[in-house]
Structure formats: C-alpha cells, structure tokens
C-alpha cells in the first residue's frame, strides 16, 4: 500500500479536489490489482533507462489502472502494451534519446520556413503528461509560437501475429479560436496537402524507418473516450472515414482500421494537367520530409 500511495502522490496534485479524487481511486485501483501493479514496477525497475523514465514520466504506472488507449482494453492489455512499447523503444532506440523524450524534451524530426506571420513549423516526436490518454508518444505539428497544428499519439507493440506495428491512439487538430484560417493558410504553405494528411504521412515514415511491419489505428468504434462526439451524438471528427480515405481497410477487429505505410501518389497521368506543377512542388516537399525523418531516425537508432 505505501508504495502505491507514494506513486499516486508523484502523479496527481493533492492540492487540486479532482487530483486528489484521482489519487483515492488510484490506490484503490492499485491495491485491488498489487500482483499486476508489481509486474509493471518490477518492469521499471529492471534496467537504469526504465528507472529514469518512470522517475521524469510516472505516468507509466497510471496508465494500466485507467481505460485508456483504446475502447474495451484491460488492465492486462495495458500493462503489455506498456511493456512492449518501453522493451522496442530501450532495444531500439539511444537511451539519452528516450529518457530525454519522457523529460518533456521532444525531439525535432523536421522543420519548414514558412513567413513572418507563422515564421516556421516543426515536427516533433515526444511525450507529455496531457497526452498519456492515447499513446506513449506523440507526434506534433507545431508552429514556431508553440502552437499545436495537428497531433498523431501512438504506442508500439506487437499484433496477433507477432508483427511489430504502430498503435495510432488519436489524430487531434488544432484548438485555437482562428483555427481553419490556419490550417487554410497552412495547407496552401504546404501546396495544398492538408496539414492532417501531413502529419500522418509523417507517421507513416517514422514507422518505416523503425522498421515497423503495419500501422493500426483507432476507429470510431475504438477511440477509449466520447470526446470525439456531439451531444446529439453525431461524430465531430470521423476517424474511420479519414483512415479509409487515406487507404486504409478494415480488420477484424471493429476498433481499428489498418494503414498503408507508404502513402500512394497519383501518376503524371492521373494528375489533371493545370495541376502537375502543384503536384511537383508537394510530392517535392514530402520527399524532403522523408529525407529528413529518415536521416534523424538513423542518427538516433542503437543499430
């Protein structure tokens, strides 16, 4: 119990009602769930690396004790989920890396020059407390005063058949009073490629070059909250329709659709004639993107 107590008190803010209730039923949740609840300290306390994470990041140890990641997952689920994202990341990935990306340090992927209004956009991989409902990491578009444009969270873990795969957990947009001026004037900077295709084509590089066999993403079905849908119940964001729209298809399991990795480009052919230089200058820009993801991925991977 006292270990469970102490953990709660490095997570939530005692001094804030709705903290404190969390903390209540965190405990609770932990004590009802020890031999669980010990695995997964047991886990981070099996290497320095995954001792640092969890002392910056102790969220770690809330996580499997609240339904989040997707609809209908289990204490179990969640637990193994934690385990095998933090086992790829520490085999993976450089440890000064990954404890610095659970120290609210992200880590820069990409960057565009934009003009003086917005000045700049950066692509980031990192993780903060806030986005712990949906993923073990997030990649963030972002404009040079910090703003968030769009968001992908994710986790990395196997699937049925043993084949390492990103979990896309949430796709968020931005939330700011002028935000569809923005992102209309960003997707023009971006030759017409909207920033929420964009930040997806940057998932789907960083999953090829972790060497990640699939990506899975949650489906309307799947999304672990509501927060996605009206009071009159209509959906204010459609993941399933934007994940089949981007060529995804179906699985067997109604929470989550399956991605391509590599985005199809239409062919010169394709492409009505007063559009091709559009289309150059944007397939243009994704390539860099490429380039540049790849070679920061490489300069960070162990192997």
């Known amino acids: 119990m006292q270990n469970f107590v102490e953990l709660g008190k490095r997570i939530y803010n005692l001094n804030n ?28 306390q099996s290497s320095e690396l995954l001792s640092r994470v969890a002392e910056t990041f102790p969220f770690v140890y809330e996580q499997p004790t609240r339904a989040f990641f997707y609809n209908r997952s289990t204490f179990e689920e969640r637990i193994n989920l934690i385990d095998e994202h933090m086992s790829f990341l520490q085999s993976n990935l450089k440890s000064d890396i990954v404890e610095s990306i659970y120290s609210n340090k992200p880590l820069s992927l990409w960057q565009m020059d934009l003009d003086d209004e917005f000045k700049s956009m950066e692509l980031t991989m990192g993780m903060e407390a806030g986005q712990r409902k949906e993923g073990l990491l997030s990649l963030k578009l972002r404009l040079n005063d910090n703003r968030p444009l769009y968001q992908i969270m994710f986790w990395i873990a196997k699937d049925k058949v043993d084949d390492w795969a990103m979990w896309i957990g949430a796709l968020q947009g931005p939330n700011m009073e002028d935000a569809k001026e923005v992102v209309k004037k960003i997707t023009k900077k971006c030759h017409a490629y909207r920033t929420k295709n964009l930040i997806l084509y940057a998932a789907q590089a960083v999953a090829r070059n972790l060497d990640l066999k699939k990506i899975y993403a949650v489906t309307n079905e799947g999304y672990y909250a509501n927060n996605h849908v009206r009071i009159d119940r209509k959906l204010k964001t459609s993941f399933s329709d934007f994940w089949i729209e981007t060529g995804g298809s179906h699985t067997d399991d109604d929470r989550f659709d399956l991605l391509p990795l590599i985005e199809t480009r239409k062919s010169a052919e394709e492409i009505p004639t007063r559009k091709r230089a559009v289309y150059r200058r944007r397939f243009a820009l994704l390539d860099e993107i490429d380039t540049a993801i790849e070679e920061r991925i490489k300069a960070i991977l162990i192997r």
């Open 17 to 44: 009602v709705r903290e404190a209730h969390r903390f209540v039923v965190f405990v609770t949740r932990c004590t009802f769930n020890a031999s669980k609840m010990r695995k997964i300290i047991k886990f981070f």
